[in-house]
């Protein structure tokens, strides 16, 4: 179909110029993109990557020549194919939209009109460009733009019947369908598991070598782009700070920013050495005339306070907004030495110890259950121990359970069966049973931040609460000191959690929590809703505070990166069913299960991976309603009907057990072969910035 | 099949929900402390004339037992007899509420132009000067009460301008057309009423929906505005209309009366405000229960209409 | 996360004049407060004087329309109304303020209560709100006075009782889906991981965060009390006469309405722009504190 790259031509698809953006507010205009220039090859990937805030989205969105109700453009012109999107007309740029550039937004729930069909949206997208291929009818151009981005046909679908990944997908052949010169993405895997978001780079990656159109890639995450983008560039606070070939940036980052960023994201493949965080926190106050990043930058200078800085090209295609870049280029980013954790000694009693335990919801509201009641199984047979002073981690995807076996650790749903005992006492299943002393002995934190403090609050009121329900003496210096072992000064005492970060409530949560010298701390997801440079900074605090404390605790997560840094032993769930529990290091370097072993691979590294999933061996056999491995039907080693009739007994290791039909032995001899096959695949030529990242097997 | 379910489950909610009305009538009239005949008669009523109220009412009995009697009564259709006027109520009712359901009609289709469109008008032509100035009027009309409103209406358009009857009284032997004429009046005022809650809510819900991200996403498809507003914001702007409309039903019926006073037209809130004034407990409690009755109804159809618009809602979770 | 929440500017330290607080609060909670302002001072006034005594017959020409000495006209015994008026001012204020206050704190403390505990309790309490709602409100107001008997007609207490009684299940209502929603945040469950009391969560963690609602939900609630309590006037079945209650008022002078419609306008007026600043002031409120405003309903 029509397809622009047919007379070959020196003018750029985008060309950007000197963008700037204001957003007015009660105070005046605040500028959000100041001088960004940036120009998109035509079928180019190009990735725009930062932290929130910094206006990648912002740029974004005026690609579609969109721009939110209280913005203005200050600056600037955005080319495409040579004409100004910024002057045009309304009904010119709506021939534009859908047809020659589109947009895959970030939430496809809230992206996909409620009430109709996913079908009848493709449709009228297809109409109102008049972009149906000659001698090809509506319903099977439909049909074939799901089977590119692997659906079945589902056009009779409404949008909440489909999964968020299936979701996903229909936005993608939505944004397709008209054959647009330019895919604009927004955070387009946001929210979805990890093998979801590899399936859809993948599909991405297919799609472009296929249609041929060029992108733009959103997103804060730079594992994801480095398996998809041909050149990336680094905003930060509204401004672009480099921009470099994909493979160039990640080997050597110039600006000291890109540094950081780079250095600060946890990898599957480093060892305990510790990702350091970027130094600060974006605050507009701090800002002075010249480089924006100064007061956050190791290797800034005075000069550099005053002068502002501009993109200027170093090297092949590589430009840095840095003046001192060149000095910089052989200094190494300061990082931690890879070092081993204490691993603390194994007791005798355990801390917490979870037998057998089996849980369920059953359809709430009296009336449903008159109706016919329903009960969901959630999770079975939940065996875990936890020593005093332990990190265990609790990995799985969503809808694995996780989070349900904490709120049953932590008494707020009675399992189905099982015990929960601490310290060798039985704990009631309830709230209401437990004693006060087991009510402060476990502590909670949960997911998101921005709810887990009451903003009617002060910190101080926030903290004191704890410390008086339970008739805890305390000093005034208690509660800043307290803030200070999460690195808090004692002025956020007076602040409101509105006026605070979502890392910095995370943090005041964790000071909370420990303030009542807990025996145990479940971590519920608590890094997922904060960017990766502050979740960097909370590992850190976690790690000081274990050994500070000697608190035990049950991380949970479905980030296998952080859980490297943290956790001494790692639980892996599946549909509700432990699959495995083992040492950390043990598990990184021979995953032995084959469902780790598909969560390992599809973690993304910092290096283009080429990740294909291993199909599953025999996806017609999947475990019937309560028998069988969960893993049947997706396996790719099942051995048969054996793995759907049977549930596997547990097999002990060396730290753990696994659950699986194949004999021990056997696993062991292909992990280790599929682990070798990795290094040598990822291990190219060392550069400076990874050399101590190098693997030990 | 689940959304059988749904529809019997709400039909059920409904059915108790009647049925503690019934409770609770029977006990605010019948069950509070104290003599029951004396607070209908008054103070100054003979003994004679409280006997034969008691003898009339059974007041003799326990109430539990009235109470059993007078639902089940009711459940055969037998709404009982007026005291006041010794004919079978279902009688009197009967012309009454036809009387009242063509008045509403008349006034509902009237709402539905006078809401929809300025709350449109208003949506998509947001912080201008129309949508400051329709919210003003609104305000302003939003603030007189019901009985001032018809009032100031009845003077306008019957006595200053006498182009319509200031009574309005509607027979079988006059013509349709003056019957018509006599109806415009009271049904304005009630679509009025009604109007002026609904367009508020649903100026904001569009408004709310015009920001959402299927319609920014509608948008930068490229699809023309009148699609978008059209087909992806208007079917999802109109279902809290919707339960704004089911809410407006019980400004309606509190409305009709007093629009019906004001204007003398013989309908069912006239009825019960001499049930009232006559202090006929039968009567009361038979319009009541029947107003009651038509609100639950509306606010079930209204239910189950939303359920049907938004689809999202059939898988009860 | 509202960063125009003018609320939230008072904890730092960009607004902190009280001038400077009241230039920022939105245009309709300005001109709504001066109004209600107006109106209030107004009935100070007229508990203490007016021009001519409310009962005072003879004071004028019967239906001699507007004039200097009577702005509001004089009725048909000779009673000057804009007298009439001003008495009745403080009626109305008092009423509608002591009945909303009446139905808020039952309906919120059965409403908060209710929607955060959930499970049985949450239904019973459910199905009677729904029940005493789906009696329209003019009806159910109606029945309880005619229920109380002769002894109690017309008095304020009763009125107020009335308000009371039709509001309590509608903010009720409105209280239960607040704390529904909140009792779903995470703070809330660090407190009731604590082994917290269900009062001491109501109180401490869920009421202060439907404060905002609550306040709006009162707000609206006495926007709509003066013409509840002028339609039972209206009707007959309100305070007992002479006492000048504005609806009873009008529903007087209706009858006067082609010979002198000034006796019925003139306190339709003063009672509409009584109405008009409550909503404003209710108008502004909800935008200040960040609420939808739903005026109505």
């Known amino acids: 179909m029509n397809n622009n790259k047919g007379v070959a031509t020196m003018t750029q698809l985008i060309e950007i110029r000197n963008l700037g953006i204001a957003y007015g507010g009660q105070t005046g205009w605040t500028d959000v993109v100041e001088g960004v220039c940036l120009e998109i090859a035509p079928g180019e990937a190009f990735g725009l990557v930062g932290e929130s805030g910094c206006g990648k989205s912002t740029v974004a969105y005026r690609l579609l020549g969109y721009g939110a109700a209280n913005s203005r453009v200050q600056t600037g012109q955005v080319l495409f194919e040579g004409t100004d999107l910024l002057q045009l007309d309304a009904r010119s740029l709506a021939d534009l939209r859908g047809n020659r550039i589109a947009l895959v937004p970030q939430n496809p729930t809230t992206a996909l009109s409620p009430g109709m069909r996913v079908g009848q949206q493709i449709r009228e997208m297809i109409l109102t460009h008049r972009a149906l291929p000659a001698g090809v009818s509506m319903g099977q151009r439909i049909t074939e733009l799901f089977a590119l981005v692997g659906l079945p046909d589902v056009s009779r679908r409404y949008p909440h019947e489909l999964s968020g990944g299936q979701q996903q997908r229909v936005t993608i052949a939505m944004a397709v369908s008209c054959n647009p010169a330019l895919l604009v993405l927004d955070e387009p895997t946001t929210g979805l598991d990890v093998t979801t978001q590899r399936q859809i780079i993948r599909l991405l990656s297919d799609l472009r070598s296929r249609i041929g159109m060029a992108m733009l890639y959103v997103t804060h995450d730079l594992a994801l782009l480095a398996q998809i983008a041909d050149r990336i560039g680094v905003m930060y606070a509204g401004q672009l700070v480099e921009v470099a070939p994909c493979a160039q940036l990640l080997a050597h980052p110039a600006h000291p920013y890109s540094r950081g960023l780079i250095a600060s994201i946890p990898s599957v493949l480093q060892g305990h050495a510790r990702g350091s965080g970027l130094r600060g926190m974006l605050r507009r106050d701090q800002m002075a005339e010249g480089c924006k990043f100064e007061p956050r930058c190791d290797f800034a200078t005075a000069t550099c306070r005053s002068t502002p800085q501009v993109l200027v090209p170093v090297a092949d295609g590589q430009a840095v907004a840095c003046m001192r870049w060149s000095e910089l280029a052989d200094t190494q980013h300061s990082t931690a030495a890879a070092s081993t954790a204490l691993r603390p000694e194994r007791q005798s009693t355990p801390l917490l110890s979870v037998d057998n335990l089996s849980l369920s919801y059953a359809q709430s509201g009296w009336f449903t259950e008159w109706l016919g009641k329903r009960t969901v199984p959630i999770a079975r047979d939940i065996d875990l121990e936890l020593g005093a002073g332990e990190i265990v981690a609790l990995v799985g995807e969503s809808g694995s359970g996780k989070s349900t076996i904490a709120r049953a650790i932590s008494g707020r749903l009675a399992p189905m069966s099982g015990t929960i005992s601490v310290d060798g006492h039985r704990l009631e299943p309830t709230l209401a049973g437990r004693s006060v002393q087991q009510l402060r002995e476990i502590q909670y934190i949960f997911q998101n931040p921005d709810a887990s403090l009451n903003p009617r609050r002060s910190v101080r009121a926030i903290l004191e609460r704890p410390l008086q329900h339970f008739a805890i003496e305390s000093t005034p210096a208690t509660l800043e000191t307290a803030l200070e072992s999460v690195g808090l000064h004692a002025g956020y005492l007076n602040r409101f959690p509105e006026q605070l970060s979502g890392g910095e409530r995370q943090r005041v949560a964790i000071a909370r929590a420990l303030l009542v010298n807990p025996k145990l701390l479940i971590c519920d997801e608590i890094l997922s809703a904060l960017d990766v440079s502050v979740q960097t900074k909370i590992v850190e605090l976690l790690l000081a505070l274990k050994e500070q404390h000697a608190v035990a605790m049950l991380f949970i997560s479905h980030d296998l990166a952080v859980v490297r840094q943290l956790a001494d032993r790692v639980a892996v769930l599946y549909r509700g069913e432990l699959m495995q529990m083992v040492d950390t290091d043990a598990l990184f370097n021979s995953p032995l299960h084959p469902y780790t072993e598909m969560l390992l691979l599809a973690a993304p590294g910092l290096r283009k991976d080429d990740y294909v999933p291993k199909p599953p061996a025999m996806p017609d056999a999947p475990s019937v309603a309560g028998n069988g491995c969960p893993l049947a039907g997706r396996c790719p080693r099942q051995v048969g009907s054996l793995c759907a009739e049977r549930r596997p007994a547990p097999q002990m290791t060396q730290s753990g057990f696994i659950r699986c039909h194949i004999p021990l032995a056997e696993l062991a001899h292909h992990s280790d072969v599929a682990v070798s096959a990795r290094h040598v695949q990822v291990s190219g030529p060392a550069s400076p910035l990874l050399s101590y990242r190098s693997i030990t097997p | 099949m689940s959304i059988l379910r749904l529809v019997i489950s709400r039909v059920a909610l409904s059915a108790v929900t009647l049925l503690l009305v019934s409770l609770l009538i029977f006990l605010i009239l019948e069950a509070l402390p104290g003599d029951v005949a004396t607070r209908i008669l008054g103070r100054d009523a003979t003994a004679k004339a409280l006997e034969v109220l008691r003898e009339q009412l059974h007041l003799g009995d326990p109430a539990f037992s009235r109470y059993l009697h007078w639902l089940g009564d009711l459940l055969h259709g037998n709404l009982g007899v007026s005291i006041a006027t010794g004919r079978p109520i279902a009688d009197v009712l009967g012309p009454r509420i036809i009387n009242t359901l063509l008045l509403s009609l008349l006034a509902f289709a009237m709402y539905l132009v006078l809401a929809i469109v300025p709350a449109v008008i208003q949506a998509t032509h947001r912080g201008t000067k129309v949508d400051h100035a329709i919210s003003v009027v609104t305000l302003v009309l939003l603030s007189l009460p019901d009985f001032l409103l018809a009032t100031i209406l009845l003077f306008i358009f019957a006595v200053a301008m006498p182009i319509l009857p200031a009574l309005a009284t509607v027979s079988d032997a006059s013509s349709w057309l003056d019957n018509l004429r006599a109806m415009i009046l009271p049904a304005v005022t009630l679509a009025i009423i009604m109007a002026v809650y609904a367009i508020r809510v649903l100026r904001d819900s569009l408004i709310e929906v015009l920001r959402s991200d299927y319609v920014r996403l509608a948008e930068l498809k490229g699809l023309r505005p009148y699609a978008v507003l059209w087909r992806h914001a208007m079917p999802n702007a109109i279902v809290p209309a919707l339960n704004i409309t089911a809410l407006n039903l019980g400004f309606l019926i509190g409305g009709v009366v007093i629009v019906e006073r004001v204007f003398s037209y013989p309908g069912f809130g006239t009825l019960l405000i001499d049930a009232l004034q006559l202090r006929d407990l039968p009567l009361i409690k038979a319009t009541v229960m029947i107003s009651a009755a038509v609100y639950i109804a509306a606010n079930l159809v209204a239910d189950i209409g939303a359920v049907l618009l938004q689809p999202r809602l059939r898988t009860s979770r | ?297």
Do not use: C
């Open chain 3, 1 to 297: 996360m509202s960063l125009t929440n003018v609320m939230s500017g008072w904890r730092t330290p960009a607004l902190s004049s009280w001038p400077a607080r009241w230039m920022a609060m939105p245009g309709s909670f300005k001109v709504g407060s001066i109004i209600l302002a107006a109106h209030v001072l107004f009935a100070l006034i007229g508990v203490f004087w007016t021009p001519y005594g409310f009962a005072q017959m003879g004071t004028g020409i019967p239906l001699s329309g507007m004039s200097w000495l009577h702005p509001m006209g004089v009725d048909q015994i000779g009673r000057d109304v804009l007298s009439r008026f001003m008495y009745g001012a403080h009626i109305v204020l008092l009423l509608a303020l002591a009945g909303t206050t009446l139905g808020m704190v039952a309906g919120t403390v059965l409403g908060l209560v209710s929607g955060y505990l959930g499970g049985l309790f949450d239904e019973i309490v459910q199905r009677l709100v729904e029940a005493m709602i789906s009696i329209p409100f003019l009806a159910l107001a109606l029945v309880t006075i005619i229920a109380a008997g002769p002894a109690l007609a017309g008095e304020p207490a009763l009125i107020v009782l009335v308000v009371g009684l039709v509001y309590t299940p509608r903010i009720a209502r409105i209280a239960r889906a607040a704390a529904m929603e909140i009792a779903t945040r995470e703070y809330v469950a660090v407190a009731e991981l604590r082994g917290e009391s269900t009062w001491s969560i109501v109180r401490r963690e869920i009421l202060p965060n439907t404060a905002n609602v609550l306040l709006v939900e009162f707000s609206l609630r006495i926007s709509y009390a003066p013409i509840l309590i002028g339609a039972l006037g209206f009707l007959g079945f309100g305070i007992r006469p002479p006492t000048p209650e504005w609806g009873l008022m009008i529903s007087e002078n209706r009858g006067l309405l082609i010979a002198s419609p000034v006796t019925v306008f003139g306190p339709g007026l003063g009672f509409a722009s009584l109405v008009v600043g409550l909503n404003l002031f209710t108008d502004g409120l909800s935008r200040m504190l960040g609420q939808r405003s739903v005026v109505g309903a």
